[in-house]
């Protein structure tokens, strides 16, 4: 199943690496901050059809297009036709397809596709995690010798405030922190132990699916930021690290229940 999947978004990550005049195909969602493209779209489509074709009894739940009602019953396809659409817009190649595969509401394969950089993360539940197809595991460093990634929640602004606050307080206990733009990707980057901790309030499920099984396969952790189990029906806050730093969750000025 993961090779089949990893075959069609790669096919989708053509789609994505031969885009042209990508402003031009630019409109904004919500507000100035929320983009979405014509590539977007058109990648969602291929993906609903060719990945419904391989698994005709699932459903699909996707950013950009008609979304199941509920893809915790079942088999779901949890879809993010281009994570990171900002970078993608603004020529800047941090980007990814990112598909998750869940029965039951139970993540079961999970599938991150960097076009730019050629880079395929793919993880089965109790199989571990690879790297174009070589293993990958989380790091061991504790986080004073490390670096965290996160997100600023950009559609949510009154976020910016507990976001900062949780930053500054792991900029104290770290050497540094990277925002990149892409939650499916820096979730990958600490599945594969570029760092080591990652954290970001109000992610959709096709932000984080596929990326919290890489996590999960590869001896990390990941919750909400309330310490319970991620949902794949809602906007959840996302917590994942290595082993050695999950607790530090209890430690820090985290809002934990915010969504
Ligand atoms: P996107 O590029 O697919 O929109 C950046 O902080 C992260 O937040 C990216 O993974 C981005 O995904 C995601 N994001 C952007 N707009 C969002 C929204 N309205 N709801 C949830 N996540 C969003
Ligand atoms: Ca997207």
Sequence with gaps: MVDKI??????AGQMVRSAQDIGAHTHTKTSDADLVTDYDVAVEQF??????????EAVFYGEEGEKAPDPTRGWAFIVDPID?????????RQSAISVALAKDGDLRWGVVYDPGKEELFTAERGCGAFLNGRPIHVSARPLAKGIFIMGTAIYRREYLRPTMELATALFARSCDFRRLGSAALD???????????FFEYSLCPWDFAAGALLIEEAGGRVSTMAGT??????RCSVWASNAENFSLLAELPVE????
């Design 6 to 11: 990893a075959a069609i978004v790669k096919e």
């Design 47 to 56: 993906l609903r059809r060719e990945l419904l074709s391989l698994l005709p």
């Design 84 to 92: 990171g659409t900002t970078n993608f817009v603004r020529g800047i």
């Design 187 to 197: 979730l990958c980057y600490v599945a594969c132990g570029r760092g080591e901790l």
């Design 229 to 234: 189990p991620l949902r794949l029906d809602r």
């Design 256 to 259: 934990r229940n915010l969504l």
